[in-house]
């Protein structure tokens, strides 16, 4: 199929299955998925959604770890035309409940390590339905075996009542029926997906996703690394999470249009994944910039034959100019980075596969990728190589939040009858086409890849009994992008409270990745005259202490 067509997922995915069935499709914890057992396993689960009454355009929930579940709960959904609203694993309940209502979700795909923050919130949403998923549900048996015995396989407690399932029981009930699946009538411009999304917002901004806009993006993706490798012969390791844009567009990629391998492990584990790509042979890793400093500085790394890769791709950070020069100097190629945003569904720019890029380039554009780069402040267009926020527009680009026109109204502007979006990252581009990120125009923080918003710690934290004011600011790291620094003002009278206290606090309401690493406790914060939180100030004063 090429770029230009229009065509929906699951029938893309069933041809590819036509030329591939018996090569493998999929590689967890080492065990091997062929392109027909994973449509078989697929379509065994859009059964059972069928006869659970999950219907065409019912939006399902997933909130299981990378794994081999995932890939096929994901396309059991899209089997029966249902719309599929992935989710990071470590979500709390405080977020699951906030975007199944928003959602209007009425199932769940969970693990079962998350089945409990799953109950809590079920009286509060319309989910009508839970499928329970343990992680070696799909494993060989003696692979279970192995894993209970020597208790290496996370755990978590469960309890069976009614319309809550366990994914592998189901799996064997309706094993055989999928010969009654009816064919799904879906435009191309009907919605598959619900990615939520952070950045400024209190709460995470749900961004729709069409058959149309996922396919062209996985095109895109796939035939940026066909410039160095055919699709079909592809093995790709794949550290990002597959309900991040990253995940899907660059790995679920091989898959869906590709007809290539994906290699996915649940965490990271260093040595298990350096033995996998030894092991597989793997031919292009995708990873954050955080994982590429982690392999750089992990002990036993010698220990491992890295040889078979031709393609070492980041994205989701800027690639520290440190880490690109070691990365060369160990392995003698250089790292891919790209750059993109969940908005514009999947890649805006990506540096050559055939030659080095200048130092902190975040590649060229796209095939179909048209920018501007403003004045933030009156959207007129900047001296050539001068800095400005970055506006694109391309095909696959949604044009709105879900629910949510504050936001979209925000983030999506018309100049001269075309849409762009307004990416709020502030970059130039050189005479050569080369995009350079420089900063970000709002209070958002990057930490490990994730965008975190400031204005959603500071909420929270401003919830907490003993907290009258918060300001939250990311504090630079060069192992993690940005670390997160809290700045406190108690009320009146409290004593005894003590910063490990309130990350405690956090912690039981935040996903890990949010989570302040560091608090301070202030007398007062500084404000503009008309009252407004003046982050910068906070920043700058967090600068000059590490310029000491």
């Known amino acids: ?5 229009t065509r929906n997922i699951y029938p893309t995915f069933e041809e590819v299955v036509k030329k591939r069935g018996r090569h493998t499709a999929v590689v967890f914890l080492g065990t091997r998925y062929s392109y027909q057992r994973l449509k078989d396993l697929s379509e065994t689960f859009a059964s059972a959604l069928l006869h659970l009454g999950v219907k065409q355009g019912d939006k399902v929930i997933l909130y299981v770890p990378n794994s081999i579940q995932w890939v096929i709960v994901w396309l059991g959904i899209q089997r029966i035309g249902g719309v599929c609203v992935p989710i990071t694993p470590i979500y709390t309940p405080y977020d699951i409940e906030y975007i199944a209502n928003d959602s209007g979700a009425v199932a769940i795909v969970c693990a079962d390590i998350n089945f409990g923050y799953v109950t809590r919130v079920l009286p509060k949403t319309n989910i009508k339905l839970v499928v329970i998923s343990r992680m070696a549900d799909l494993l060989p048996w003696w692979k279970r075996l192995f894993g209970f015995l020597f208790d290496r396989t996370p755990k978590g407690r469960i309890g069976l009542v009614e319309n809550t399932y366990l994914l592998r029981k189901l799996l064997s009930k309706y094993h055989g029926q999928t010969d009654q699946l009816p064919e799904v009538e879906q435009a191309a411009e009907d919605l598959v997906e619900i990615m939520y999304t952070g950045g400024t917002t209190m709460r995470p901004k749900g961004v729709p996703v069409t058959s149309n806009s996922f396919l ?26 597959l309900f991040h844009i990253l995940g899907q567009t660059a790995g679920m990629s091989t898959i869906i249009v590709g007809g290539g391998t994906l290699l996915i492990y649940p965490r990271v584990n260093l040595d ?3 033995e996998a790509i030894q092991r597989f042979r793997v031919k292009t890793m995708l990873g954050v910039p955080l994982l590429y400093r982690m392999i750089l500085e992990h002990s036993r790394l010698d220990q491992y034959d890295l040889s078979s890769v031709e393609i070492w791709f980041a994205g989701g950070d800027v690639l520290p100019v440190e880490v690109g020069n070691r990365w060369r100097d160990k392995f003698g190629k250089f790292i891919c980075q790209a750059y993109g945003t969940t908005e ?30 403003v004045d933030p402040a009156t959207l007129k267009p900047v001296k050539p190589g001068e800095p400005g926020e970055l506006l694109v527009t391309l095909d696959s680009m949604v044009r709105s939040y879900w629910n949510n026109p504050e936001e979209t109204k925000k983030s999506f502007v018309k100049l001269d009858g075309v849409v762009w979006y307004r990416t709020s990252d502030i970059m130039s581009m050189d ?3 080369n995009l350079y990120f420089l900063d970000r125009t709002v209070d958002t923080i990057k930490h490990k890849g994730y965008r975190v918003s400031s204005s959603e710690i500071e909420s929270l934290l401003k919830e907490h009994p003993a907290i009258m004011d918060s300001c939250v600011v990311g ?41 302040p690493q560091y608090i301070e406790f202030r007398d007062m914060l500084p404000k503009s005259k008309v009252g407004k939180l003046l982050r910068r100030e906070m920043r700058s004063e967090e600068m000059r202490r590490q310029e000491k």
């Open 272 to 274: 298990a994944f350096l």
């Open 216 to 241: 062209q993006s996985c095109h895109i993706s796939v035939g940026g690394f066909a410039a160095l490798i055919p699709p079909e012969t592809n093995i790709i390791a794949s550290n990002a999470p």
């Open 431 to 433: 005479e050569e086409g």
């Open 344 to 373: 514009t569904c999947g890649g805006i720019s990506m540096c050559p596969l055939d030659k080095d890029s200048p130092p902190k380039s975040a590649g060229r554009l796209y095939p179909g990728v048209k920018i501007q780069i």
């Open 475 to 515: 504090v630079p790291d060069s192992r993690v992008g940005e670390r997160i620094k809290a700045f406190v003002v108690l009320k009146e009278d409290i004593k005894g409270i003590t910063g490990y206290d309130l990350i405690r606090w956090c912690r039981e309401r935040l996903p890990s990745y949010k989570v």
């Open 1 to 5: 199929m090429n770029q230009g067509q």
